[in-house]
């Protein structure tokens, strides 16, 4: 069974930058597609990258954070990861990882996916 963990949250000043790492600790993450969510503080939860399975040869980012944030994914280490740069304090919230079994199309859709991570908090402020 697929258990997702996530790290890599924590404070951070406007600018800054932080890495988010989803790790798959029992099996390979290669057949799935990675999405990473985050849910601010009163709101609902939006996806903002999209990273496709096997070799990640897709990836599809949101307005919000295309040009600050980069998803990739280690196969090898059964990891995903979103490295985000000039943070704002827009991007706080609780960040989240997802896994969709053969995704293949830019989906951000929650039903889609089958395994969630427990969520990090990203807290940008000066």
């Known amino acids: 069974q697929v258990q997702l963990v996530v790290s890599g949250g924590g404070l951070v000043q406007p600018g800054g930058s932080l890495r988010l790492a989803c790790v798959n600790s029992r099996y390979s993450l290669r057949d799935y597609a990675i999405a990473w969510f985050r849910q601010a503080p009163g709101k609902e939860r939006e996806g903002v990258a999209w990273i496709s399975s096997l070799e990640g040869s897709s990836t599809y980012y949101v307005d919000s954070v295309k040009g600050r944030s980069t998803i990739s994914r280690d196969n090898s280490k059964n990891t995903a990861y979103l490295q985000m740069d000039s943070l704002k304090p827009e991007d706080t919230g609780v960040y989240y990882c997802?896994?969709?079994?053969?995704?293949?199309?830019?989906?951000?859709?929650?039903?889609?996916?089958?395994?969630w991570g427990q969520g990090t908090q990203v807290t940008v402020s000066s």
């Open positions: 997802a896994a969709d079994l053969w995704g293949s199309a830019a989906t951000f859709s929650e039903t889609e996916y089958d395994y």
